[in-house]
């Protein structure tokens, strides 16, 4: 988040590669996968205040409110792996397989590749992104 500057936050050369809308898309579907909740009940633009997908550039996230999204999260996480029976049928998403497990695995793997999509951005823009560990 802080790689990008500013002025590049909320820019892309598609409304897909717009790095506030990566990133919302990315946190917002860690807190989905993570909340006990169906796609219908979870409130998918009330914490970052905007659709990942809206063309209007100006409505996305500002890196503030990322990176506390990323806090928050980073929290829950740390929480949901210490309650979760991660060998529980996972009833609410089968589609990622059939256990909860499953979904985690799921879930890492489109972090993943949103975070690889950010890191290219990053270098298609001429700009280092962080070190991989």
Not at 12 to 27: C, D, K, M, V
Not at 68 to 96: G, V
Not at 106 to 133: D, F, K, N, V
Request: with cysteine.
């Amino acid at each position: 988040v802080n790689a990008f500057p500013e002025d590049e936050w909320r820019a892309g050369e598609s409304p897909y590669q717009r790095p506030a809308g990566l990133a919302g898309h990315f946190l917002a579907t860690v807190d989905y996968y993570t909340s006990g909740l169906t796609a219908d009940q979870f409130p998918w633009q009330k914490r970052l205040g905007s659709d990942w997908e809206d063309p209007r550039d100006e409505i996305l996230p500002s890196k503030e409110l990322i990176l506390d999204y990323l806090e928050e999260m980073t929290a829950r996480i740390e929480k949901w792996t210490q309650r979760t029976d991660f060998s529980a049928e996972d009833e609410l998403h089968p589609y990622c397989g059939r256990t909860v497990l499953g979904r985690a695995f799921y879930l890492i793997r489109h972090c993943e590749s949103h975070l690889a999509e950010l890191g290219l951005e990053l270098r298609r823009r001429g700009y280092l992104g962080p070190e991989w560990r």
